[in-house]
């Protein structure tokens, strides 16, 4: 892995059920429904994860947090960012910047998006204006727009060490 820059995308979707946290970012956003997975469900940051791993080649996130291990049963996806980044700096690369969408019917995410760059940013060891987070709308479209799920869309850019 010789190049100087690696841009990687990820993307994850949870759907949403009852009786569960929405944490978005490692976030904790108040809503009568949260996201279903085996962890914290954290879609935002599963995807930027992702990204991360994408940009070196490495996998994704399954391959490292398998759903299988109980290890990993409802854990702070912000502890698995860490060991994603640790594993991005033994690869001699760092983090230029990251970029990402949340698609979301419900709840209204604005008041909150602040407070998420400022989570990823701080466990990432980066600039606040290095992340991006923004939230759309399906305009009611699948499930995303008849609030029954949440998306994101993440980019990230590594440069070589």
């Not at 070196?56 to 996806?77: H, N, Q, T, V």
């Amino acid at each position: 892995m010789d190049q100087k820059y690696r841009i990687g995308n990820g993307y994850d979707i949870h759907r949403l059920v009852e009786g569960r946290k929405l944490v978005l970012g490692g976030v904790e956003i108040p809503h009568e429904l949260g996201l279903l997975g085996h962890s914290d469900a954290d879609v935002l940051t599963h995807a930027i994860m992702d990204a991360l791993l994408g940009a070196l080649s490495l996998g994704d996130i399954g391959k490292y947090f398998p759903p299988c291990d109980l290890k990993y049963k409802d854990i702070s996806s912000l502890k698995l960012l860490q060991l994603v980044k640790e594993l991005v700096e033994t690869q001699h690369y760092e983090i230029n910047n990251i970029d990402s969408v949340i698609q979301a019917e419900k709840p209204k995410l604005l008041g909150y998006i602040f407070l998420m760059k400022e989570t990823l940013a701080n466990i990432l060891n980066l600039s606040i204006d290095q992340v991006s987070v923004k939230a759309t709308t399906m305009e009611g479209l699948g499930p995303i727009g008849e609030g029954r799920a949440i998306a994101v869309q993440a980019v990230a850019i590594l440069i070589k060490k």
